[in-house]
T-cell receptor, first 117, second 114 residues
Framework: GAVVSQHPSRVICKSGTSVKIECRSL??????MFWYRQFPKQSLMLMAT?????????EQGVEKDKFLINHASLTLSTLTVTSAHPEDSSFYIC?????????????FGDGTRLSIL | AQSVTQLGSHVSVSEGALVLLRCNYS??????LFWYVQYPNQGLQLLLK??????LVKGINGFEAEFKKSETSFHLTKPSAHMSDAAEYFC????????????FGKGTRLSVIA
């Protein structure tokens, strides 16, 4: 089945650091990738939708200058949390889908636990 | 707009007992409905999906769900709980299948008591 790899699985860094999270589709071409954020013991909230080769579409309330999303290829999307602060600490999860398999559900990565000290 | 309500943030059952996790949805168009399971510090694994075919959907690990349009529900069931079923379960809705974002419920944590 379709596999989505997310890296790193865990990051601990100091306040003010920028952190990049990678989301890769390993065995299919992901025309669309989604980035979600999950606070402890809460649900997943959509942050942005990323289509290959175009700018990401951000949800209301998500700072696009804070959370930079790049989807430069059909197998890779990155989320960069710029100048991270403790309130950015969260669990970030990506998912990927393909127009070729549009009748198939999204495939999720294993998530990245981001902790800002 | 779509929304999902999961009744009960925490459900506890005995091993071998019936599992019932409730999900009600709201959608202005025919919905696609999903149940996902999440183990601690992991991503989401798809249990099953409804995409306008059969209303009774069978998924992995013995789970199934029934789409009831009249009740706007998509409850998840399993006849006999296993210890390994203890996890967080999320119901989600979208207006399409793969290429549209999911709207998740708040999740239900399932505990299985030996």
């Amino acid at each position: 089945g379709a596999v989505v790899s997310q890296h790193p699985s865990r990051v601990i860094c100091k306040s003010g650091t920028s952190v990049k999270i990678e989301c890769r589709s390993l065995d299919f071409q992901a025309t669309t990738m989604f980035w979600y954020r999950q606070f402890p013991k809460q649900s997943l909230m959509l942050m942005a939708t990323s289509n290959e080769g175009s700018k990401a579409t951000y949800e209301q309330g998500v700072e696009k200058d804070k959370f930079l999303i790049n989807h430069a290829s059909l197998t890779l999307s990155t989320l960069t949390v710029t100048s991270a602060h403790p309130e950015d600490s969260s669990f970030y999860i990506c998912s990927a889908s393909s127009w070729t398999y549009s009748n198939q559900p999204q495939h999720f990565g294993d998530g990245t636990r981001l902790s800002i000290l | 707009a779509q929304s999902v309500t999961q009744l009960g943030s925490h459900v506890s059952v005995s091993e071998g007992a019936l599992v019932l996790l409730r999900c009600n949805y709201s959608s202005s168009v025919p919905p696609y409905l999903f149940w996902y399971v999440q183990y601690p510090n992991q991503g989401l694994q798809l249990l099953l999906k409804y995409t306008s075919a059969a209303t009774l959907v069978k998924g992995i690990n013995g789970f199934e769900a029934e789409f009831k349009k009249s009740e706007t529900s998509f409850h998840l069931t399993k006849p006999s709980a296993h210890m390994s079923d203890a996890a967080e379960y999320f119901c989600a809705v979208s207006v399409g299948s793969g290429n549209t974002p999911l709207v998740f419920g708040k999740g239900t944590r399932l505990s299985v008591i030996a």
